[in-house]
């Protein structure tokens, strides 16, 4: 819990507290007080459904708890989608504590469909890693889950633009960033943030992993043959 609701909070603040209030995202007019508080807040939402899906579900393959399921008439999409579902509940407390903490601590001051709808679309947006971790906790074995689910994890959120803004890396990098789901992930509280809606590529980018991710845990349930 302190991982999920706590840790990305105290992130927050350490990361803010070295910026200017009135410095700005280069190319932008939001300033790094209010980035940082979207950033943080969806690493928070990341931490809590991927590095909880896939550990959990590896421990369960190990068990044998999967393989008794496979025995009854519950589908793969069924499971798959039962395992996002339950890691979303996670998200939302960490989201809230952030921005919490951001209005509070470091002064951010947005609009009450501002704040409404930032919670709803990183909220909505971590069911993308949810089935990712799903997945992973059926490719890799109890042992191996923490290590791999770490590389991933600290990638994703450092290519994509969670710890520190896109437009700051190199122009390769840049080029690379920008079909990461991390990045299109930061980019719905972000556009939200400067008044605007989530851009059309970016929504289409995570539903597209979505079903990639989620159809690819369904396919590994079904193929999974580990037993306790």
Same mark, same amino acid.
């Given at each position: 819990?302190? %991982?999920?609701?706590?840790?990305? $909070?105290? #992130?927050?603040?350490?990361? *803010?507290?070295? @910026?200017?209030?009135?410095?700005?995202?280069?190319? &932008?007019?939001?300033?790094?007080? !209010? %980035?940082?508080?979207?950033?943080?807040?969806?690493?928070?939402?990341?931490?809590?459904?991927?590095?909880?899906? *896939?550990?959990?579900?590896?421990?369960?393959?190990?068990?044998?708890?999967?393989?008794?399921?496979?025995?009854?008439?519950?589908?793969?999409?069924?499971?798959?989608?039962?395992?996002? +579902?339950?890691?979303?509940?996670?998200?939302?407390?960490?989201?809230?504590?952030?921005?919490?903490? +951001? /209005?509070?601590?470091?002064?951010?001051?947005?609009? /009450?469909?501002?704040?409404?709808?930032?919670?709803?679309? #990183?909220?909505?947006? *971590?069911?993308?890693?949810?089935?990712?971790?799903? !997945?992973?906790?059926?490719?890799? $074995?109890?042992? +191996?889950?923490?290590? #791999?689910?770490?590389? #991933?994890?600290?990638?994703? $959120?450092?290519?994509?633009?969670?710890?520190?803004?896109?437009?700051?890396?190199? @122009?390769?990098?840049?080029?690379? +960033?920008?079909?990461?789901? &991390?990045? /299109?992930? /930061?980019?719905?509280?972000?556009? =939200?943030? &400067?008044?605007?809606?989530?851009?059309?590529?970016?929504?289409?980018?995570?539903?597209?992993?979505?079903? =990639?991710?989620?159809? $690819?845990?369904?396919?590994?349930?079904?193929?999974?043959?580990?037993?306790?």
């Amino acid at each position: 819990m302190f %991982f999920s609701v706590l840790y990305p $909070s105290v #992130i927050y603040l350490a990361v *803010s507290s070295t @910026q200017n209030t009135t410095d700005t995202v280069p190319g &932008t007019h939001l300033t790094l007080q !209010a %980035f940082f508080m979207v950033a943080m807040g969806s690493f928070g939402a990341l931490t809590a459904v991927l590095m909880g899906n *896939s550990e959990r579900i590896a421990k369960e393959r190990e068990k044998g708890w999967v393989r008794q399921l496979r025995l009854t008439a519950l589908p793969g999409h069924a499971y798959v989608l039962g395992k996002i +579902a339950s890691a979303a509940i996670v998200t939302l407390p960490c989201i809230v504590v952030v921005f919490v903490v +951001a /209005a509070a601590v470091k002064g951010v001051r947005l609009d /009450a469909w501002q704040w409404f709808a930032l919670t709803g679309v #990183i909220w909505a947006g *971590s069911l993308v890693f949810a089935a990712l971790g799903v !997945a992973i906790g059926y490719v890799a $074995s109890g042992d +191996a889950v923490r290590p #791999i689910t770490m590389i #991933i994890y600290f990638g994703l $959120s450092i290519l994509g633009g969670l710890w520190m803004p896109a437009s700051t890396f190199p @122009q390769w990098l840049q080029n690379i +960033a920008q079909w990461l789901p &991390t990045h /299109a992930y /930061a980019a719905l509280g972000q556009a =939200i943030e &400067t008044g605007g809606a989530p851009h059309a590529k970016d929504v289409m980018l995570l539903l597209a992993y979505f079903v =990639i991710f989620a159809g $690819s845990a369904a396919w590994l349930y079904r193929k999974d043959t580990l037993k306790a």
